[in-house]
């Protein structure tokens, strides 16, 4: 890779689809970008300078890549990564963005929600679980309907809810098949019986105040994202609650960057910390369709403490995710793009995963309203699975 004098080296942590944006951000800014993932030819290495393949979780691997590249910065994208030696690498003097706690703790729903419950946020009552055994009696202490996670995961991977006890038996075995790393243990909390959910879009600055996009609502399915919608009809009062925790949590973990911070909202107003993910988030494509600048030109701009000026709303929007279907294995086609791409006011962003696997994300709908990107997305078929 040719040096540019006035650009830094990026080690990305994680090329999906967001680090694809990410990529396309920071190298308008003229950086360089070293883009990293467990397989070959990921979204975001398809744009980057450079690209490594390897376990991210192994600290070994890990460790002879940053040293290697001598990154001016360490930009972590998923959750799946050795963060213990990330914290030893900030500590030797480079820079995780946004920090090494920030991502250590995040990586864990454990550590995150113990960390949010410290600070006095409004959380669901939880606990955690290492057998089924423990996880019958503390969802039995809990009482009714409980929400159940491997502290480990991403995108809502191995997440179930259980009202009796089959259902708990049946989500122990879901979070074991859907957690991440080495850890058998969940958190099991109570179930909000929420009247929306939004993710709270959160910039710190190196040199400035914290700054926020306007809220975005979203629906889940299976614990990941269908579909978004920016800006959230909220009331003065929930949005200042939900800044006010935002700002506290931030300020706590430090750093310069993006969070994605998400939020319950009760029915009678009250505003209850969800999760956080210390880089932009999957609910915040919208922002590509809304924002004069999107969550991965925030992002961009912030880790490397350049003027962030006003955050625009340029025009409502929504976002509508592409699956592949319940049984997809395997390379796979998308027809009906010019179809699609008929449909006024609306555009799409297909991410070019190398394979299909049982409801991967592979691209995103963007339009006015969500009835508008749904009919666009129906548009859409991933087929030619092998």
């Known amino acids: 890779m040719t040096e540019r004098l006035f650009s830094k080296k990026i080690l990305l942590l994680g090329s999906g689809e967001l680090g694809k944006e990410l990529v396309i951000s920071l190298q308008r800014l003229g950086q360089q970008i070293i883009a990293c993932d467990s397989y070959a030819d990921a979204p975001a290495m398809q744009v980057a300078d450079a690209a490594e393949v390897f376990d991210m979780l192994d600290a070994a691997a890990l460790d002879e890549v940053i040293e290697r590249h001598q990154p001016d910065f360490i930009v972590p994208e998923i959750e799946a990564i050795a963060t213990s030696l990330l914290v030893e690498k900030e500590a030797a003097g480079y820079t995780v963005v946004p920090s090494a706690k920030a991502v250590d703790l995040t990586m864990n729903r454990d550590k995150i929600r113990d960390h949010a419950a410290a600070l006095g946020l409004r959380t669901a009552r939880f606990s955690y679980a290492e057998s089924e055994a423990e996880l019958l009696q503390k969802a039995s202490e809990i009482g009714g309907k409980v929400v159940v996670k491997p502290v480990m995961s991403s995108s809502g991977k191995g997440q179930s809810t259980a009202s009796d006890e089959d259902e708990l038996r049946t989500a122990w075995r879901t979070a074991l098949a859907g957690m991440r790393g080495d850890r058998a243990r969940v958190i099991v909390e109570e179930f909000i019986d929420f009247d929306y959910e939004i993710t709270l879009l959160t910039i710190r600055q190196k040199a400035g105040p914290t700054l926020f996009c306007p809220p975005i609502g979203h629906v889940q399915a299976r614990g990941d994202y269908q579909y978004s919608w920016q800006a959230a009809a909220c009331s003065d009062a929930v949005i200042a609650d939900a800044q006010n925790m935002a700002t506290k949590i931030t300020q706590a973990l430090g750093g310069a960057g993006l969070f994605g911070v998400e ?124």
Do not use: M, W
Request: glycine share 8%; hydrophobic share 45%; aromatic share 8%.
């Open 263 to 386: 939020f319950f909202v009760t029915k009678q107003g009250e505003v209850v910390f969800s999760e956080l993910s210390p880089r932009p988030h999957d609910t915040g494509l919208v922002t590509l369709y809304t924002q004069n600048l999107s969550e991965f030109d925030l992002h961009a701009r912030a880790l490397l403490g350049l003027p962030i000026g006003p955050i625009t709303l340029l025009r409502e929007g929504a976002s509508q995710v592409v699956l592949a279907d319940a049984d997809a294995a395997g390379p796979y086609d998308i027809e009906g793009i010019a179809a699609a791409l008929a449909v006024a006011d609306c555009d799409i962003r297909l991410f070019n995963k190398p394979v299909a696997r049982p409801y991967r994300r592979l691209g995103v709908v963007l339009g006015p309203d969500i009835e508008t990107a749904q009919a666009t997305a129906s548009h859409l078929t991933v087929t030619r699975y092998s």
